[in-house]
């Protein structure tokens, strides 16, 4: 991997040990050749491995003997350009403790200055236009360095040495501050009058590492209510960021887990459960137990917090599902009547690149979008075999490209139901070939026709294969833990086109990359009007009741909504759509129960539900049944929405109707699971999809399993939800290339 100071740490090994020769990058990976004592030799090699530099990964190494030749010291060589690229280029790098305490120090001649960074931090991927990662193939190209910064950079002794974003305030980027009309507001320092703003109130969009965020003072109640409204967010929770750990411990509870993610090189959004939301304006994250909080990970980020601004709201720069901005007309254009200030620089950034976001859950990290911080790092994957791109899904895109044994997965792209997300994802699928110089052998899309991904995928001209979306799911979990399989995939969300034509989302299916067998789903429920119903949930709720009741019940949600026109679809059987979905029988306690009729964006039902719950699993659950019907077991819905009706209308607390659903899909699905392990005798349980992301039914779910004696395969590297789809598309679209797909049966 390039970019993380293995070639000056090879020096200085050379050097060590007395040793002759050189290391060089080259688009097959980094070579070395030494000349030496032979036991000394033998200390070079393994401290090669042993002392590496804490961001070099070395995946594997080949050694081979050849004649020794007259030569005097050890040297550095230029990178060489060749056909195959097979070198990696490392995530943006937040920064590290040495550059900060530069940054701070008023004697260093980078005091404050807001882009310092070394071979160990700094931007990365998303300033690089194509390999080798070296300096004029990147956004620094046109900063032409000062005398000094030179110095570091040609010195393997230095700790900047090929550092490519070098820089320092006489020869690097530099900030600008523009009002809301792009006219110059800068007097004297930038980051400086940045604060004074975001401490009156004012909203300021940031341009950061992979793009803009917009930045308010998370204290400031109304400060925070004007960016929702102004960003069309009603009630999705922010993100923020705090000056340190100190301020994260004080409002948030914290694992070490919790704690070396927050402070790893990485440096996501991490979901933390709330301590005290004392001096936290409400409208961060309205109805949720967790913040999602991240620390400061670059010097400009490090400039904005003193001791009265501690806590920042920083979310991305957009309007509502549209991706991020990240180039600075383009900021002033869109973010228009969003910021009041805008907070620039004039380093490019090459590919926009959102926050990743994860979560601590059953003793792991697990991601819930993987962007910035582990993009473009690969998924290390158990078999090699062709060159394939697998798409995504519809929501929460990504791309993978498989090469060799790497699973290159782009960064967060988004929903492309949004022409401005369709463009990225564009964009993305060409430069990801163009990084890695290789192009595909075949496409792999998702069953879905009307997918944009599918759309573009049939346009161009490469042979293709449409991927049923939850056997993508299993194939995607098998392959992150490195498993071939067969499986018992038990695959959970909110939509997924099948192999019927319906609408899928409660599935259990067995097999592996090859093909699986359908072997069980819930109970077809219809769905009025589709995706009004997944935006609306008492749609979805009046759905459900009409197939479990002969006579419609009369619940307090249907007060005040007009309910008749939808009863007459579902009658009629127009715009009728019958779905499995586990996501939408969330949608539908939850409605029913009266909490979210009408939800602003994917999940919020369901979410509010799962915390309704308090963390806490039932003691009894509700009925469900087990029945077989045309050679496929299917998990009754009916009996749950009668007896949580039951509940709602005896007046039992929705806290306490939440934990008994928990308890309930628990007991089905454990249920479920032994029956098809009785029948193949597998023992291994795969899960996957975007409902695991509710942490008490994943975390009772896994523990139950486990205790059981079952093998629980579960995603902590990709998403569980779609966003880890096209990992699973592309390991399926392999399989298919060696002639052993059999799809869904």
């Not at 050749?33 to 401290?47: D, R, T, Y």
């Not at 020869?171 to 604060?195: F, R």
Request: glycine letters at 8%.
């Amino acid at each position: 991997m390039q970019g993380v100071g293995f070639r000056p740490f090879v020096y200085r090994l050379a050097f060590r040990y007395a040793l002759t020769g050189f290391v060089r990058n080259t688009p097959s990976g980094v070579i070395i050749e030494v000349q030496g004592i032979p036991s000394l030799l033998e200390n070079f090699c393994s401290a090669l491995r042993s002392d590496a530099p804490p961001l070099a990964k070395i995946e594997a190494m080949e050694e081979s003997s050849i004649a020794c030749i007259s030569e005097e010291g050890f040297v550095i060589g230029d990178s060489s350009s060749g056909v195959e690229v097979e070198t990696l280029i490392p995530p943006d790098i937040a920064l590290c403790s040495d550059c900060r305490r530069e940054l701070l120090d008023p004697s260093n001649r980078r005091f404050r200055y807001p882009f310092i960074n070394c071979t160990n931090c700094g931007p990365r991927f998303t300033i690089v236009e194509r390999l080798p990662y070296d300096r004029p193939f990147t956004s620094m190209h046109g900063f032409s360095m000062c005398p000094e910064c030179a110095g570091e950079y040609h010195d393997p002794l230095d700790r900047r040495f090929h550092a490519q974003p070098n820089a320092c305030p006489v020869c690097g980027p530099a900030l600008s501050l523009v009002d809301a009309s792009g006219k110059p507001c800068t007097l004297s320092d930038a980051a400086t009058e940045t604060v004074a703003l975001l401490k009156i109130g004012r909203i300021v969009a940031l341009k950061g590492v992979g793009g803009f965020h917009l930045a308010v003072d998370a204290r400031n109640d109304a400060a925070v209510h004007r960016l929702r409204t102004r960003k069309g967010r009603e009630a999705k929770p922010f993100a923020v960021m705090m000056r340190d750990m100190r301020v994260v411990a004080h409002f948030c509870e914290l694992s070490d887990g919790e704690c070396a993610a927050l402070t790893s090189a990485e440096a996501p959004v991490v979901l933390l459960k709330k301590r005290s939301v004392d001096g936290l304006s409400p409208s961060v994250a309205p109805g949720n137990d967790r913040l999602g909080v991240m620390l400061p990970y670059t010097p400009l980020h490090t400039l904005l917090f003193d001791e009265e601004l501690d806590v920042l709201v920083m979310t991305s720069a957009n309007f509502s599902e549209e991706p991020l901005v990240n180039e600075n007309e383009e900021a002033l254009l869109r973010l228009k009547g969003i910021a009041d200030a805008f907070l620039m620089h004039n380093r490019p950034i090459y590919l926009k690149c959102d926050d990743s976001v994860t979560i601590y859950s059953s003793g792991l990290l697990r991601q819930i979008r993987r962007s910035r911080g582990y993009v473009p790092a690969p998924v290390y994957l158990r078999e090699s075999g062709a060159v394939v791109l697998g798409t995504g899904g519809e929501l929460k895109n990504t791309i993978t490209l498989l090469k060799g044994t790497h699973a290159l997965m782009s960064q967060h792209i988004g929903d492309m139901k949004n022409f401005e997300a369709y463009r990225h994802f564009q964009h993305v699928a060409i430069h990801l070939q163009h990084l890695f110089q290789t192009s595909p052998e075949l496409l792999v899309h998702d069953l879905h026709p009307a997918y944009m991904t599918t759309q573009w995928a049939l346009k161009q001209e490469l042979p293709v294969l449409a991927v049923q979306h939850h056997h993508a799911h299993l194939a995607s979990c098998l392959a992150e833990n490195r498993e071939t399989g067969p499986s018992i995939g038990l695959l959970l969300d909110g939509t997924g086109y099948g192999t019927d034509g319906s609408i899928w989302g409660g599935e259990v299916l067995i097999g592996d990359a090859a093909g699986a067998e359908r072997f069980a789903s819930f109970e077809s429920m219809p769905l009025p009007g589709g995706d009004a119903a997944v935006m609306q949930p008492w749609r979805a709720a009046l759905g459900y009741l009409s197939r479990s009741f002969s006579t419609m019940p009369d619940l307090p949600f249907m007060k005040e909504r007009s309910i008749q026109p939808v009863l007459e679809l579902l009658q009629k059987k127009v715009s009728v759509y019958e779905t499995s979905s586990c996501g939408r029988l969330f949608d539908a306690v939850a409605a029913l129960c009266g909490m979210q009729g009408e939800i602003t964006y994917e999940g919020e039902a369901a979410i509010e539900l799962m915390h309704a719950a308090g963390g806490t699993m039932g003691h009894s659950a509700f009925r469900y049944a087990l029945q077989a019907e045309n050679g496929r077991w299917i998990m009754m819905v009916s009996p749950i929405i009668q007896d949580a009706v039951s509940a709602v209308q005896q007046g039992v607390a929705v806290s306490e109707i939440s934990r008994r659903f928990h308890r309930t899909l628990v007991s089905c699905f454990t249920d479920i699971i032994r029956k098809a392990s009785e029948a193949t005798g597998i023992k291994t349980v795969a899960l996957s999809g975007g409902v695991f992301q509710n942490v008490l039914l994943f975390e009772t779910l896994v523990r139950e399993l486990e205790d059981a004696g079952y093998r629980v395969l579960t995603h902590a590297l990709v998403p569980s939800n779609d966003g880890g789809l096209s990992l699973g598309q592309a390991v399926i679209g392999r399989s298919f290339l060696t002639g052993h797909y059999r799809g869904i049966h």
